[in-house]
């Protein structure tokens, strides 16, 4: 039976890549956003902000547009998903020997394929902006896993706003918050040159964690207590993410 879902969820990841293979632009669009704001941090406002040492702006920036790149690629899941609920493709599934979990799972497993390479695009443009890292290859797959989870996370989320939609703008506009979010943290500036208020919502919501992990990580540095604080947000999210998606998902077929 496991083998039989595994082998079920394979083709349909193959169909979904196809997809994405006949349409690049996809991958393109959602790296050109994180890309352009790089350039706009670096070179209009980076020179303006007081880091407080003197590390480059752009290795200290970074994690955060990574975040924002795969916020960007996951709502492309939530899209292709209400396009299959509304052009009959999950009634057809339905009627074939298939598991049904294979379905949600080739569009999560094609999301993470998807944002991996966009991440690698804007990674690419970063290093030839100048981006420069003394990480090991154990911390470059540390910081694979936590992106790995992030992506998962945001997945997840993209299928419930997928399945719930009654729109295409609907299906999507549910990123728009994710995108905002790393900009009221660490990733951009640190968070005690914000607002009190401010400053303890920043401090205390999960992309901080998560950036300054990642941004330890690429310097070389101890972690601390950050990744297990991120982790323990990643983890958390996924898991209610699922358990939210999968049920929707069976009362939207049954």
């Known amino acids: 039976m496991t083998a039989h879902a595994f082998g079920d969820t394979a083709v349909l990841t193959g169909r979904s890549l196809r997809h994405i293979l006949r349409s690049p632009d996809t991958i393109m669009t959602t790296a050109v956003t994180p890309i352009a704001l790089m350039l706009l941090f670096t070179y209009v406002f980076g020179g303006a902000i007081d880091l407080g040492s003197e590390e480059s702006y752009i290795d200290y920036m970074l994690p955060g547009i990574l975040l924002i790149t795969i916020a960007s690629g996951v709502a492309y899941t939530a899209y292709r998903l209400f396009l299959d609920l509304q052009g009959g493709i999950f009634e057809r599934f339905q009627s074939m020997p298939i598991a049904r979990s294979s379905v949600l799972w080739a569009h999560v497993l094609t999301s993470l394929a998807a944002n991996l390479v966009s991440v690698a695009l804007v990674v690419g443009v970063a290093l030839v902006m100048g981006f420069r890292t003394g990480a090991s290859v154990a ?34 506009a549910f990123s728009y918050p994710l995108i905002f979010l790393p900009f009221i943290s660490s990733a951009f500036v640190p968070t005690d040159t914000m607002p009190g208020p401010v400053a303890w919502f920043a401090q205390n919501q999960p992309v901080t964690a998560i950036v300054d992990t990642t ?40």
């Open 139 to 172: 911390a470059w797959l540390a910081v694979l896993g936590i992106l790995t989870l992030f992506t998962l996370a945001l997945t997840w989320i993209a299928v419930i706003a997928g399945l719930s939609a009654r729109t295409v703008d609907g299906a999507s």
């Open 215 to 254: 941004r330890a990580l690429f310097a070389g540095e101890p972690v601390g207590g950050d990744i297990w604080v991120a982790l323990a947000w990643l983890v958390g999210i996924l898991v209610v993410a699922y358990c939210v998606a999968i049920g929707r998902y069976r009362r939207r077929i049954n």
